[in-house]
């Protein structure tokens, strides 16, 4: 086995090199083409907080050493008008993250240097580093309150009984027991801990009293698992009052719901209040103004719909009443802070298949558009500085990885303040990126991403191969991303043109359009992926015998369906965790709202029988007629590996050509920088083996 596997990543190398070298034939002198193991050497910046006052932002980046198969965050700090850079932490072998500023103007910060996460604390120049003193050891996240001196934090809570707890003579028995659902969550086997939230006094660096744990005795997560972080959890800046998205629901309850809240609790009652008792779908990332008067959330209306529309609701405490900010927006919010003042809100959402930012005055309840390029501003932060508005934007777009940006509030072209990856970026060759509307099969306009090889001409009369990419989600939109897997700049330096489409299901053209994929995986999304490759496989430039399919997740599902109903449109397939069997899927997977609301309900129910027999792609593998690539993770619970297992078999016992690319140590991501590139080389192996 070790010597096939030796022989295996040898040969795909050879093709990479190979393919690789045809790609960069026509690169200018001086210039690179892109490959898997240059999105490794990129810094990937995150997480800016801008000072209180206004003059400087922190900011995190992280760099992977390939080599040695891991990666190392580190804290940098910038003037916000970008003309001054200092890196703040170098610790080698460590992680320094998650910087955030204390009324002081100091910084604290997470530290595994030690082996245990750890909250330090340092000056805002990175002098004077510190280990805060009483602090437990292995938060996940905490935050400062501006006034009075009061800190937040989060820490596992062991609730519930171990096997060794209900049988003490049996101390090293790993057997589980579990009595209701959830027995998985994403990526990790529930256990019997629970996130807290632990509040205290933070004095000169130092935890000053014993925390108090506000959630005590309850087995419910704050912040919601495995994905929230600090974004859920927000001190008003007086430390009067604590808010916070938990969902008390558990077992089947939990399983099937998605009614998460907003929780304020009280320091001085030592009472918490439900903000959003009424409101039956997630709530989630409460904010308060700098005043405290008011206090803004994300709302999803309807239980048990994960991609439902986000509305922007306030609730204010002089007037005791609540509102919808967004009621009339045509889009989805993805982020909701304050401004400095508290007089307007500023939120994220994609729009036309680009993330843009927004802005909502208050007093007039208008909301303007703020940026307006073709770049997704992925995350952002506000602050002031005097009596001006700061925002700082983390911009990236398909051809540009995340930079920090300085945005002005009212328009105009951000301005760049940060070029971390600037050295790389200027000796590779990008490949043009167009924006094409497309007709469905319905007459609606399907919005595609083209992009092009580098050095792309088409009065070169040359024909390339065409990958047709299947975006997951189902509801996750095609917009201005860059990937470290799915990365089209990649794709496209390999010699392939990338057809991506905003077939029906993905946000950002109005939540009618979302909403059409639930309870039709099979239809219009379907033919919307085919309508949109095969106009631009009727261009001249392209060769319409060399046409690959690829996706994951729902994207994988859509491999999967279209390789037995893509009428030999496709010379080859790969399929990343995608969906096989519908039916053994709802048995296997953990959050069934998901397939309760996406499948209309559980497979025994004989008026859902309609929804597996059509949908479902295991029905239709009698018509695979061409080679397919399947990877697989088996940390992935979302999609368990043995849907990817199940289409493997069909292929191999039908004689197809077919891989199976399996990674035990992954989830529903490939997320290890070896595992990374051994993915990209697999992947362009199989593409340049039928399509070159």
């Keep these: 086995m070790n010597h096939l596997y030796k022989l295996l990543f040898h040969f795909s190398f050879l093709f990479l090199l190979s393919s690789t070298a045809a790609a960069a034939g026509s690169t200018p002198p001086g210039m690179e083409t892109l490959t898997p193991e240059m999105l490794w050497k990129l810094g990937r910046v995150s997480d800016p907080q801008i000072s209180y006052d206004g003059r400087y932002v922190i900011y995190s980046v992280k760099y992977y050493d390939l080599a040695a198969n891991k990666g190392q965050s580190d804290l940098y700090r910038i003037t916000s008008d970008g003309k001054s850079i200092l890196r703040l932490t170098n610790t080698p072998n460590a992680n320094e993250f998650n910087g955030r500023w204390m009324s002081d103007g100091k910084i604290a910060y997470l ?50 009984k171990t096997v060794q707890d209900l049988y003490p003579d049996l101390p090293k028995a790993t057997g589980k027991i579990y009595e209701a659902l959830m027995l998985r969550h994403w990526n990790a086997w529930e256990d019997e801990s629970y996130s807290h939230i632990f509040i205290g006094k933070f004095r000169n660096g130092a935890l000053m009293d014993e925390p108090v744990d506000i959630m005590k005795g309850e087995r419910y997560d704050a912040p919601l698992q495995p994905f929230g972080g600090d974004e859920q959890i927000c001190w008003s800046n007086d430390g009067s009052r604590l808010a916070y998205t938990c969902k008390k629901l558990n077992g089947k309850d939990g399983a099937n719901s998605t009614n998460s809240d907003i929780y304020v ?16 779908g997630y709530d989630v990332n409460p904010q308060f103004s700098a005043d405290g008067m008011k206090l803004i959330w994300l709302s ?33 919010p993805e982020k909701a802070l304050f401004g400095g003042d508290g007089k307007s809100v500023y939120f994220n959402a994609a729009i036309d298949g680009v993330i843009q930012l927004f802005n909502i005055n208050l007093a007039q309840h208008k909301i303007n558009q703020v940026t307006t390029q073709m770049q997704d501003v992925a995350d952002f932060c506000v602050g002031e500085k005097g009596n001006t508005e700061i925002v700082i934007g983390n911009i990236m777009s398909i051809s540009m990885p995340n930079e920090l940006y300085l945005i002005n509030p009212s328009g105009g072209k951000p301005k760049k303040i940060t070029n971390v990856n600037a050295e790389i970026l200027s000796r590779i060759q990008m490949g043009n990126v167009e924006k094409r509307e497309i007709k469905a099969t319905d007459g609606k306009d399907i919005l595609t991403w083209v992009i092009y090889p580098p050095g792309f001409n ?25 990937s470290y897997r799915w990365n089209f700049q990649l794709m496209a330096a390999m010699g392939y043109i990338v057809v991506a489409p905003n077939r029906r299901g993905l946000p950002g053209f109005g939540q009618g359009w979302t909403d059409q994929i639930a309870g039709d995986w099979g239809g219009q999304a379907m033919r919307d992926l085919l309508s949109a490759m095969d106009d631009v496989s009727g261009e001249p430039f392209v060769d319409k015998d060399k046409l690959g399919c690829v996706g994951a997740s729902y994207g994988g599902y859509s491999v999967y369906w279209l390789a037995g ?40 129910k004989k008026e859902n029988q309609q929804q597996y027999d059509n949908f479902s792609p295991h029905r239709y593998v009698q018509n695979w007629d061409a080679p397919m690539l399947v990877i697989h993770n088996e940390k992935d619970f979302r999609v368990p590996v043995t849907q990817g297992m199940e289409a493997f078999t069909a292929a191999q016992m039908q004689g197809i050509p077919s891989r199976f690319l399996y990674f035990p140590d992954e989830g529903h ?21 039928y399509l070159k």
């Design 458 to 482: 088409a009065k070169d009369k040359k024909k390339y191969p065409a990958i047709l990419f299947c975006q997951g989600g189902p509801q996750s939109p095609v917009s201005q991303f860059f």
């Design 565 to 604: 109903n893509h009428e030999k449109r496709f010379k080859c397939f790969i399929a990343h965790c995608g969906v096989f069997d519908m039916t053994s899927m709802y048995g296997a997977t953990e959050e069934m709202f998901f397939v309760n609301h996406d499948f209309k309900g559980p497979y025994w």
């Design 300 to 332: 999803m209306e309807h239980d048990g719909y994960e991609a439902d529309k986000n509305n922007i609701m306030v609730y204010d405490y002089g007037l005791m009443n609540q509102a919808n900010l967004t009621d009339a927006f045509f889009y989805s």
């Design 265 to 280: 609790y009280s320091v001085y009652n030592q009472k918490t209040e439900n903000m959003s008792a009424a409101n039956k």
């Design 111 to 160: 530290d595994d240097s030690e082996g245990d996460m750890a909250l330090y604390t340092m000056n805002g120049d990175g002098t004077e580093k510190f280990k805060a003193p009483n602090m437990p050891l292995n938060i996940s996240a905490f935050g400062f309150s501006y006034i009075n001196g009061m800190i937040y934090f989060t820490q596992d809570v062991k609730i519930d």
């Design 669 to 689: 991501w490939v997320l290890k920088p070896q595992n990374s590139v051994l993915w990209q080389r697999v992947f362009f192996d199989w593409l340049d083996r």
